[in-house]
């Protein structure tokens, strides 16, 4: 294939997605490996990604789960899709906001409607969203600068918002400098797939039609000094093994050129959506067993980046994901705009971007994490305490990061116990703490834990270190 972009090695891809299966003893040296949390080289994680046997895959999802949990701990940081627009310039073949949708209602909520789709949100509990947009001109950068200031400024129950990543439109650097001044988190964009045929094929019109200008996108947000961005692969669109390595080899790219790999990737999957023609037949289907081992493979092979798991995937995956890698997933989710404030109990097809899986409402989320021994974590305390970037990435990599992190889930999820949960919810959640704190593994820590703790029952709100 003739190479579109100095970004991705496409040859080296193509002979490393063609990796023969691992003999025993190879993939007991790639997993050992894998177990000193160093992260894996691209043709190892080929290699994991050809394993077919039942046995060898559940050995990988082992050390994924180990890698999960020596890294993470029981921590799952919890966000909400907050879709201010879904007008669309592009005709995005799976997409229920492609222009040539005509059953869609159109909406593009106003400044007074963000504030109370902010409000519903915080009403739940939520602190961190993800405010995401279709793609037009009415979403340029002034509305987008006035949706993060109109988010920013709601205050419910004295609690407000306080990280918003967003997932919009490929900008231009000065642009993008623009946006980092309006206080965002990550900047996540999906290449939805990076082979440039099968690219060509699903994104037929618009501005998103122009590959180069979505790859590129990463390093003119990194160029602006966004320093947490987000990768993602739609996967279902092409060949699922071939994806994944041209995400690490993206992923690679910018360690090179930046100094730091993305902060986070997405996995979704396609996902049916009215008036999309690819999405009630994809073309590549990843089935459950092939997408539980991507995302393990993801896990030990980038350790310090997050997974990002959304609404899509079925109660039961979800859950089985959380143990094999994914650190962030979405609740309490709706995909239309203005969806928060006329919540119903159906999802409202004629105006949202493709159909929810897991409909389960952030308290119920939250009660289940609970029970299946997780802690919902609602923080934001390293990238207000500017630890992003390259800075997080050193802090994370000799395991400092756990110093900071627990803590500070635990008070973000003691806040969540005092303001919204019931007393069963409280007894649970506060049992889970206190286990926590005494099997914290310095006393630092549980010191930590505990003061952090006893702040947020006394009273205090938004604590971090
Ligand atoms: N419009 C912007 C864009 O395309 O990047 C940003 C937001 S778009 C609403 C977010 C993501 O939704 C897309 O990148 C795509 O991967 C995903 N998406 C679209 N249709 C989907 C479907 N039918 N199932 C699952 N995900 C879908
Ligand atoms: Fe528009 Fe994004 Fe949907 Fe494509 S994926 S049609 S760009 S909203």
Not at 58 to 79: D, N, P, T
Request: net charge negative; proline share 5%.
């Amino acid at each position: 294939m003739a190479n579109p972009s100095s970004i991705l090695d496409y040859e080296r891809i193509d002979q490393l997605g063609r990796s023969p299966e691992p003999s025993a003893q190879e993939l007991k040296d790639i997993l050992d490996k894998a177990r000193l949390l160093k992260g894996l080289e691209d043709p190892e994680a080929a290699s994991l990604l050809a394993v077919t046997t039942p046995e060898a895959r559940q050995a990988i999802l082992e050390a994924a789960a180990f890698v999960k949990s020596e890294i993470y701990g029981a921590r799952m940081v919890l966000f909400a899709p907050l879709y201010a627009g879904n007008k669309c310039s592009n005709d995005c073949l799976y997409c229920g906001f492609r222009r040539t949708n005509k059953d869609l209602t159109r909406i593009t909520l106003n400044r007074h409607q963000i504030e109370e789709e902010t409000r519903a949100l915080l009403a739940q509990g939520h602190k961190r969203l993800l405010l995401l947009t279709g793609e037009t001109g009415a979403y340029g950068l002034d509305y987008m600068m006035d949706a993060l200031d109109a988010i920013y400024s709601v205050r419910e129950k004295g609690a407000n918002i306080r990280r918003v990543n967003v997932e919009v439109a490929p900008m231009s650097v000065d642009d993008f400098k623009v946006l980092k001044t309006g206080n965002i988190g990550t900047y996540t964009c999906f290449q939805e797939t990076y082979d440039p045929t099968y690219y060509a094929k699903y994104h037929v019109a618009g501005p998103k039609a122009n590959y180069l200008n979505r790859l590129t996108v990463m390093d003119r947000a990194m160029e602006a000094g966004i320093d947490d961005v987000g990768l993602g692969v739609l996967f279902g669109l092409a060949p699922w093994r071939q994806e994944v390595i041209s995400m690490l080899d993206h992923a690679r790219h910018l360690e090179k050129r930046w100094g730091c790999g993305p902060h986070t990737v997405s996995v979704p999957r396609l996902e049916p959506a009215h008036g999309a023609p690819i999405s009630s037949a994809v073309p590549h289907p990843v089935n459950d067993d092939d997408f539980r081992l991507l995302v393990a493979v993801l896990r030990l092979t980038l350790p310090y980046t997050g997974i990002i798991l959304s609404t899509r995937e079925s109660v039961e995956m979800r859950n089985s994901l959380f143990r094999y890698g994914v650190s962030q997933v979405s609740a309490g989710s709706r995909t239309e705009p203005g969806g928060y404030q006329d919540a119903k109990e159906s999802e409202t097809f004629s105006h949202s971007q493709f159909s929810l899986a897991d409909h389960r409402s952030l308290h119920q989320m939250v009660s289940d994490l609970v029970d299946g021994g997780f802690v919902p974590s609602f923080c934001t305390g390293c990238y207000r305490m500017g630890r992003t970037g390259a800075d997080f990435m050193d802090l994370a990599k000799p395991g400092l990061i756990k110093c900071f992190c627990l803590p500070n889930g635990l008070s973000s999820f003691a806040e969540y116990l005092e303001e919204y949960a019931d007393d069963s919810l409280k007894t649970r959640g506060y049992a889970t703490i206190d286990r926590l704190a005494n099997e914290a593994e310095t006393p630092e820590i549980r010191q930590r834990i505990i003061d952090g703790v006893a702040k947020v029952r006394t009273g205090g709100r938004d604590i971090y270190v």
